[in-house]
């Protein structure tokens, strides 16, 4: 799963990775060996790849998110996107954004959405989540 829970993270991860572990998922960090063995490949903010502070670090590390991707789904493995955000909140590389989004969307196969209209702008934004097994899951309270 990326990304895994921190003390600074946000809560929902934390709230999430203890009720899969309650249900005996186990998680591991993201790593391009991970995503050789996951049987399941969660991502909650794939921006996080493509938003780093210099045009190399995100191009090599939108190259390493979807390569994982591709990893996962060559050993018939699925990818997931838990869809919080529709864009980045500090976009620095807009055209390299605009090559990661749609071969993200295309190696996925299947999207959480926190809310009904969240989803309906996701298949909006990204046409291709249309096509893809979806499923709305109510984000809950952090208390």
């Not at 995100?58 to 838990?82: E, I, M, Q």
């Not at 299947?110 to 298949?123: I, N, S």
């Amino acid at each position: 799963m990326v990304p895994l829970p921190s003390d600074r993270g946000n809560p929902y991860i934390s709230q999430l990775c203890d009720e899969l572990r309650r249900l005996g998922v186990t998680l591991q960090p993201y790593s391009l060996r991970a995503s050789w063995h996951a049987d399941v490949l969660h991502f909650h903010w794939p921006d996080h790849f493509v938003n780093r502070n210099s045009r190399w670090r995100a191009t090599r590390g939108g190259v390493k998110g979807l390569c994982s991707c591709a990893l996962a789904r060559f050993r018939r493995h699925a990818v997931v996107w838990t869809v919080h955000n529709l864009r980045a909140h500090d976009a620095e590389h807009v055209r390299l954004e605009r090559v990661f989004w749609p071969m993200f969307t295309r190696f996925l196969s299947g999207y959480v959405c926190l809310t009904e209209a969240g989803r309906l702008l996701a298949v909006d934004r990204f046409p291709r989540l249309g096509k893809k097994p979806g499923i709305t899951i109510a984000h809950g309270t952090y208390t």
